[in-house]
């Protein structure tokens, strides 16, 4: 079940996001509702692959991607966590009227939980979609001269903005040859959510890129060489044209 609450004062991260095993592995799930603005809700989803069919919904899907542990699912948290300033910021410049989180890592014949930085997981997959009113977004666009850059139909009153996630442990699995076992029929789905993607964000773990040796902070070769592969898979997996923002 699904951390949720409405106006609740503040809880803990980890409390907002428990683990529970599932029958591919483990997950985590938050959602947030604005308490005076619910006037429709964002629809629940059984599959990270799941897409949003709603009456009167257009849906927009960005793709994020990048090394492990670089702050992924914490970005994606903020949007359900109502007791940080970042959620304040978001808020503010795109007001939502409800936001979930699910972070979920496909794991099987384990009972430890995979969890490097407390308290999120070890992502496969992570989403997070809120949902805004169509006057909201349209606001936003002008606001950041983005207005020529879509177009909304005329029966649209309310747009889904949904983030995907894939992990840096389920990346190295899609640039595998001989991934998981518990990944494989993922990683199939995944190198095909690539294929389709048009844009994406590249996040970039800075404290293991690099490092202070003797002389002072420099470049780690060898981690580097890793980003400079990831990369140049991305470049091959997803279809032209195609932006990766890093």
């Known amino acids: 079940m699904a951390a949720s609450w409405v106006g609740q004062g503040p809880r803990s991260k980890a409390e907002t996001v428990p683990v529970e095993r599932t029958a591919y592995g483990f997950e985590q799930k938050a959602r947030w509702a604005h308490p ?8 629940e989803i059984d599959s990270p692959f799941a897409t949003f069919v709603a009456s009167g919904t257009m849906t927009f899907t960005f793709l994020l991607l990048g090394d492990k542990n670089a702050g992924k699912s914490t970005f ?4 359900v966590y109502p007791h940080e300033t970042a959620f304040l910021e978001i808020n503010s410049a795109l007001p939502m009227l409800s936001s979930t989180f699910r972070n979920t890592r496909f794991l099987q014949g384990t009972e430890a939980v995979p969890m490097d930085e407390i308290p999120f997981l070890d992502t496969d997959l992570g989403r997070t979609s809120f949902l805004v009113t169509r006057e909201d977004f349209l606001f936003f666009l ?33 640039m595998s040859s001989s991934p998981h076992v518990s ?12 294929r389709t993607a048009k844009a994406g964000t590249y996040f970039v773990n800075a404290a293991v890129l690099f490092r202070r ?28 044209p195609f932006r990766l923002l890093v």
């Open 36 to 43: 005076d603005r619910q006037h429709e809700e964002v629809i």
């Open 76 to 79: 994606l948290n903020a949007f």
């Open 142 to 174: 002008d606001e950041n001269k983005l207005l020529e850059t879509v177009t909304l139909t005329d029966a649209t009153r309310y747009v889904v903005i949904q983030l995907l996630e894939i992990g840096g442990d389920h990346l190295t699995d899609l």
């Open 183 to 194: 990944a494989i029929e993922l990683v199939g789905k995944s190198r095909r959510l690539l």
């Open 213 to 240: 040796g003797a002389d002072g902070w420099g470049v780690d070769a060898d981690q580097l060489r890793a980003l400079y592969d990831r990369l140049a898979f991305l470049a091959d997996a997803m279809a032209l």
